[in-house]
């Protein structure tokens, strides 16, 4: 045997493990991407069809039986997070991807927050449900049905925390970056339950379309990139 020949023995023998590796990701993502549509549309249909008022009644009234002042004032900035605070995060971010040189997180980022905008846009007129009466704040001139709030922090502190992760070594961190995403996006959905803008089923739909769209991408993104790898040696 050469020392040619040897050389390819490494590669040999990891490539059934990347492709394995490769194909678990692909069917974990389609997997989510199907149950989360699944979900959304046995919600839709419930809220269609007025079968979620009394769950969403028991929980609004739940939540907002915690209500204070202090509460209030934390719930309104956590809830810009996900509005106005998001959309100028989201705008910062691809800046500062573009400045570093990141274009692939960059077109993933304009990518992810488009297709949430396209989605949410079509869903909210496609279920013209009416917003419930606020506790605290005005009545927003936008459909209640799913919650873009909700819809858009997922996508986009996700793909954040998925995109920053990739990037980083440490075990440690990762966990605490995942972590700390995971709580602002719940805490940005109970916050709009909170404050009375949203049933609570508006915020369950708009993770699971969330969910659905970047799980999606993820899949499409494996795929491409598994493509790139095979038509690589020979171009």
């Known amino acids: 045997m050469t020392t040619e020949d040897q050389s390819l023995l490494p590669k ?3 490539a059934p493990k990347l492709n394995l590796i490769f194909e678990a990701a692909v069917v974990t993502s389609l997997t989510v991407a199907v149950l989360s549509l699944f979900l959304f549309a046995w919600i839709g249909d419930g809220v269609a069809h007025d079968r979620t008022a009394g769950f969403d009644l028991a929980i609004r009234n739940q939540v907002h ?9 934390a719930m309104i900035a956590i809830s810009f997070l996900g509005g106005d605070g998001l959309t100028a995060a989201a705008i910062l971010s691809v800046i500062a991807f573009l400045s570093l040189h990141w274009r692939r997180e960059a077109l993933w980022m304009v990518v992810t927050i488009l297709g949430a905008l396209v989605l949410d846009l079509s869903l909210k007129y496609a279920f013209h449900r009416p917003r419930p009466v606020p506790f605290f704040v005005p009545v927003p001139y936008t459909y209640s049905f799913p919650s873009g709030h ?8 996700g793909v954040l925390a998925g995109l920053l992760t990739r990037r980083i070594r440490s075990g440690m961190l990762r966990v605490l970056i995942w972590t700390l995403a995971a709580l602002l996006v719940a805490a940005i959905g109970l916050s709009r339950v909170y404050l009375g803008v949203h049933y609570p089923s508006d915020v369950i739909a708009g993770y699971l379309a969330a969910s659905l769209w970047v799980s999606t991408l993820v899949a499409l993104d494996r795929v491409r990139v598994e493509r790139k790898n095979e038509s690589g040696p020979e171009a």
């Open 150 to 157: 909700s819809l858009f922090s997922l996508c986009f502190y």
């Open 12 to 14: 040999t023998a990891t």
């Open 65 to 73: 039986g915690f209500a204070s002042p202090g509460l209030t004032k």
